[in-house]
């Protein structure tokens, strides 16, 4: 009982609470961007992402009750299940926008690329904790390789190149947790420029598009419109912002998907400069509780699973962020917590658990 006690004792509600204010204030977005809105689909979207946030906080307990060690011991069988949910896509998905069979129907839709990640972070890190001394070889890089190239390969030809993406990072980050050598990231880079034509010639013509109106705003107007749409949105919010649900590029519904994508522009015409920076600098926070959750972990194992955590939010804030400023090409990834869509919070949530499952179990710091 006692050990019992100790260890919630050590749970990070800095890190809980962050969550939980970023998941209620994105239910807040999610209503002023789907106010008066006669599609069911959207009608339901509010309900449907806090019938999710509850089930996620169940989640975040129930898995930082479980080891991760112990977890890490079926992961045979969690990368098992993934694959095989993956390989049910194509033939049982449901298909969605532009043609893309990213969902499958069991009652509810789900997403099992969103829960790969989790899956992918374990297993990956297990894999790398045990073979991390032998990084000096290049072969136990292409086995690492191997283990993510499978699922990868999987969410691609969904096609989803924004999550496949998600999946590079989240391995490239685990492997420099683990050691990676410098003449494997130069291998690495030269591989990247080899592959980008055929990259390039494997994706969708929308997905092209998004790259060269990225490259050329100029060479396709209507493609730009909402990115356009989107920094006008930044821009009305000034400093102090319109103030909730008053905003008027996303009210008057010149902004398009911003209960998705385009969140982030919705925030910041409603709550200015200070509102975007505070949702920002809240997220600085999960992300620095879960690298000092790696930190202190007791094991390598702990570690990399929290540096694998900590690098798909980040690159998903970021790739979120940058593209409503026009920094980046729109690829559909969601703003961690915020973005409307039930799997991808409940996915979140269920990392954090993870995290926390590391945390509570962390050596005592001095």
Not at 16 to 30: A, D, K, Q, T
Not at 93 to 98: F, K, T
């Amino acid at each position: 009982m006692s050990s019992t006690k100790s260890i919630w004792q050590r749970f990070d509600w800095i890190l809980f609470f962050g969550c939980v204010i970023l998941i209620v204030f994105g239910f807040l977005m999610i209503r002023s961007a789907t106010l008066g809105a006669i599609d069911p689909t959207l009608i339901s979207r509010l309900p449907d992402q806090m019938l999710y946030g509850g089930i996620g906080l169940f989640a975040i307990f129930g898995i930082a009750a479980v080891d991760y060690r112990l977890l890490a011991g079926l992961r045979m069988w969690l990368y098992l299940l993934m694959v095989g949910l993956l390989l049910m896509v194509p033939f049982f998905g449901v298909v969605g926008d532009a043609g893309a069979r990213r969902w499958l129907n069991i009652g509810i839709l789900i997403q099992p690329s969103e829960f790969g990640k989790l899956i992918i972070i374990i297993t990956l890190g297990y894999h790398l904790s045990v073979t991390y001394t032998k990084l000096d070889s290049l072969v136990t890089v292409l086995r690492s390789l191997l283990h993510v190239g499978v699922p990868i390969s999987l969410i691609f030809i969904q096609p989803n190149l924004g999550t496949t993406i998600v999946y590079v990072v989240i391995w490239i980050v685990m492997l420099w947790g683990a050691g990676l050598r410098l003449k494997h990231i130069m291998l690495g880079l030269a591989i990247v420029l080899i592959a980008a034509p055929v990259l390039w010639s494997q994706m969708q013509p929308y997905q092209k598009s998004r790259v060269t109106t990225f490259l050329n705003p100029a060479g396709d107007p209507d493609a730009y419109f909402n990115i356009r749409q989107a920094l006008i949105s930044i821009g009305n919010g000034g400093f102090w912002g319109r103030g909730y649900a008053n905003g008027t590029q996303g009210q008057l519904r010149f902004l398009r998907v911003r209960h998705t994508d385009f969140i982030f522009s919705q925030i910041a015409e409603e709550f200015g400069f200070v509102g975007s920076v505070a949702v920002i600098t809240l997220l600085g926070v999960v992300i620095f509780r879960i690298l000092r959750g790696a930190h202190t972990a007791v094991d390598p194992l702990g570690s990399l699973i929290c540096y694998g955590i900590a690098a798909n939010i980040f690159f998903q804030t970021a790739v979120s962020i940058g593209m409503n400023l026009s920094l980046m090409p729109v690829t559909g990834l969601t703003l961690p917590f915020i973005s409307s869509g039930g799997t991808s919070l409940l996915s979140i949530m269920a990392s954090i658990g993870l995290a926390q499952s590391v945390i509570i179990r962390r050596q005592q710091l001095m």
